[in-house]
C-alpha cells in the first residue's frame, strides 16, 4: 500500500507507506454547523491503517465529525508532515472513528518548511545552570531548529532545554544542541541550535506554525 511521491534527490518517484502511522498522534479537521462556517481540529490517535481504512481514536467522544463529512487527517512523522484529505467512512460507539484511507496523501517534507525571521523571547537551561532560566531572543526558525542572541558564548556542542512556549508548544520544552556560536557587531552572541527528538505533536504543530506564518490563512 504505497502512495508516490516526488524529492529532491530523485528524479522518480519515491513511496509513501500509510501504514507507518499507525500509532501516532494526529490531527483532525472537520467542519461543524449548518454551512460548514466554524472549523473544528482536535487531536486523535492512529490505531490502525490498511488499504480502505484510517482507524482512529478521538479523545472526546462529545467532539467527532459526522458520518460522510470531509475530514482533513494531518500527522507528523520524523521526516514530514502527511495530510489526508479523505471522508468519514463511520463513526463508531466510544471514541472510534473510521476514515477512507485517501487514494493519495498530500506530503509536506520537512526541507520546504522555510527558515522564517522572527524576533521572539525564549528561555533555555544550560548544562550549568539546569534550574535557573536563561533568556535569549530567537532570530529565526525552522523545522530543524532555530537561530538565538544571547549575551554569552556557549560551545558547540552544547546540549539545552528551551522553552518554547510563547511559540505555543505543548509539551512546550525542546532539547536542542549548539551547531555554531559566533559573535555579533552589537557584542553579543548568535547561537545556531538543532532541534534534537521533537515529539511527534511538536513537529505537527511546528509545521502547521511554519506553513502559516509564510502563508498565512485567508480571513
Known amino acids: 500500500m504505497l502512495w508516490p511521491k516526488r524529492t529532491a534527490e530523485a528524479d522518480g518517484p519515491t513511496a509513501v507507506d500509510l501504514r507507518a502511522i499507525a500509532g501516532l498522534p494526529g490531527r483532525l479537521s ?61 463513526v463508531g460507539k466510544g471514541t472510534t472513528v473510521t476514515l477512507r484511507t485517501p487514494a493519495r496523501p498530500h506530503v509536506l517534507q520537512r526541507r520546504r518548511f522555510p527558515r522564517v525571521d522572527l524576533f521572539l523571547g525564549i528561555t533555555l537551561h544550560t ?39 510563547n511559540v505555543g508548544f505543548h509539551p512546550p520544552e525542546v532539547k536542542a544542541a549548539v551547531r555554531r556560536c559566533s559573535p555579533s557587531p552589537s557584542r553579543l552572541w548568535i547561537i545556531g541550535l538543532q532541534f534534537e527528538a521533537l515529539l511527534p505533536e511538536q513537529e505537527l504543530y511546528l509545521g502547521k506554525y511554519l506553513a502559516d506564518y509564510v502563508d498565512p490563512p485567508a480571513l
Not at 490517535?45 to 478521538?58: E, F, G, P
Not at 479523545?59 to 489526508?84: K, M
Not at 560551545?155 to 512556549?165: A, F, K, W
Open 30 to 90: 472537520f467542519s461543524e454547523g449548518i454551512i460548514g462556517s466554524r472549523m473544528t481540529h482536535v487531536t486523535c490517535t492512529v490505531r490502525k491503517v490498511d488499504a480502505s481504512d484510517i482507524l482512529l481514536d478521538m479523545p472526546d467522544p462529545a467532539v467527532r465529525p459526522a458520518p460522510e463529512s470531509a475530514v482533513i487527517l494531518e500527522v507528523a512523522t520524523a521526516r514530514e508532515l502527511l495530510q489526508c484529505f479523505t471522508s468519514v467512512r463511520s
Open 127 to 165: 548544562p550549568d545552570r539546569p534550574i535557573e532560566e536563561v533568556a535569549a531572543q530567537m532570530i529565526n526558525l525552522s523545522m530543524d531548529g532555530a537561530a538565538c542572541v544571547m549575551v554569552e558564548p556557549l560551545q558547540p556542542g552544547t546540549e539545552l532545554v528551551i522553552n518554547l512556549s
